[in-house]
């Protein structure tokens, strides 16, 4: 019998999306084997490093350690090892960084109380990572040399600092002589996607040397006097090589393999690595245009795609000779880890899942399709996912119900890839549209740019746009269409529902309501984020203003559910609950959750049960439908 869209039954419950699939930070060959972190959610979020042993995962970290790195506040390379066994990780609640000795239990610190560390990397046994201290009225940042017998753990004085700075930096290199580092630095006011800078110091001095570039990311040294890196002078991310001699770069730089692609994108965390310059000269590289695209570059530039079950998310986590570790995911395959040997190029190339990565279920979870409306500021990219479930069907002439997703950012990007959330509402009859909207990465700088100076604007009017396309084409119920996002995407949700029109509901995860209060209560990385994409304060105040949600929120007349971590510094409760008392008070029907112990996005089981339930029960009560959970 047929059953209305949005009452399937499905096999997904709300407990698969915290406990299914794994949630990954890094990974690294240690002695040729993978090693990696990994998010535990039935203990309270705790990342763990983990490998193999007689084929079943065992933590290298135990519990009730936990790696995470809160450097620019979203982290990201939080732990490392040595050939030895030897563990470098930082420990979550207090930011130190620790050297768990191979059979030890006991980590023993290495640096002292009250700064930030992320961005751990050991080069030719050296022990480096980005500090961050928000001590002093200045926040000072800098890559940090830390010795590894524990004789900075009471005295900062035996730290070894390369560069410290009011700026930021990341991607620290250190030259195969280890005289010299490279790095990626941008000043406060910019964004690195907007301008960084490539640039080299001799260890032990202060001068430093700013090669030419526009948007520098991930140095790797292919000899003592030759860098490669990424930039995009072009409006792509390419690869470039540059002659280095000292600390001053030779000439301009070279473009390597040019592609209508980008081998690079937003630089939110630490950890991220779009490409690995193998050891006999040929180079690894992602290349995103929608979707992402492993490609093997040879020595004479010619390059050749790589057939990998992922094409979404993808970093280019270690390499060991001719093999890679790539975490990532696809339109087929669940999130994971992968070891890819790209052999000698004849044909002897293997590929292997070491951990995740299990191929999905077509019939339940199909890929998805890309799809492309006209919007008012240009073509507005989409990816759709239909309802699936090979048990039910829908009655005739019923339309399905959607939910379009907004990512968050806005610098951000999605592919179309296999997510456990969204197969938990189409396997229910709720078909999902993903946008990247004006201002996502992923298609080039122009379509990024789209976005300056109009955020509140261009992106709404895409997500309106697309939202569009779906009931002009019959692929949705007009009437029954819902926008979800968080972070930025939370903005973009309300902002489309103060317009209006389009959507019936909103689902506002720990959403920007209010500009001008982002902007006071953020935290340094994105203090001045929005001077590009809205204005400088206080001379854009009222801009600021007319965009925000918050002041217009008495035109929504739609259902809301919001959602909110406790503790979020990015995006703090204040914004949600404003939002929540301005439809408190003209009666508009909404719910909002608070969930202790989370910050920006969610880590606890509970909370990704709880949540998505809420969800499902919301969108049901909305759309009139009686949901299975």
Known sequence: MPSPYGSWPSPLSAADLATSGVRL????FVAGEPWWGETVPAERGRMSVRRWADGIAVDVLPVPWSARSRVHEYGGGSWTAADDGTLFFVQDDDQRVYRLDPGSADPVPLTTRGANHGGLTLQQGRLFAVQEDLGLPLHLRGIVEIPQDGSAADDDTALRFVVRGPGFCAHPALSPDGTRMAFVSWNLRRMPWEQAHLALVTIGEDDIEWAPARAALQPQWLSDHELLYADDPTGRWNLRRIRVDGVDAVGGSEPVAPADADTG???????????RALDDGRIVAIR??????????????SAAALPVPMDAELSIVDQDGTRVLITGQGGGVTPGLWLVDVGSGAGDRT???????EPADPDWMPPAQSITVDGPHGPVHSFLHPPANPHETAPDGELPPYVVSVHGGPTGHVSGSVALWIGYFTSRGIGVLEVNYGGSSGYGRAYRERLDGQWGVVDVDDVLAAA?????????????IAVRGGSAGGWTVLGALVRGGAFSAGIDRYGVADARMLATDTHDFERHYLDGLIGPLPEAEQVYLDRSPLTHADRIDVPVLILQGADDKVVPPS??????????????????VLYPGEGHGFRLTETIVHSAEAELRFLGEVFGFEPRL
Do not use: C
Request: aromatic letters at 6%.
């Open 265 to 275: 994108g937003g630089l939110w965390v630490l950890g991220q690595r779009w490409f």
């Open 575 to 592: 914004q949600s609950e404003a939002i929540r008392d301005a439809l408190a008070a003209r009666s508009v029907p909404h719910e909002y």
């Open 25 to 28: 930070d890094g990974a690294r």
């Open 468 to 480: 569009q396309g779906l009931a002009d084409a019959g692929i949705a119920d007009a009437r029954r």
């Open 288 to 301: 995103t245009n929608g979707s992402d695209e492993l490609v093997l570059i040879d020595k004479d530039g």
């Open 351 to 357: 590929v292997r899942a070491v951990r995740g990565g």
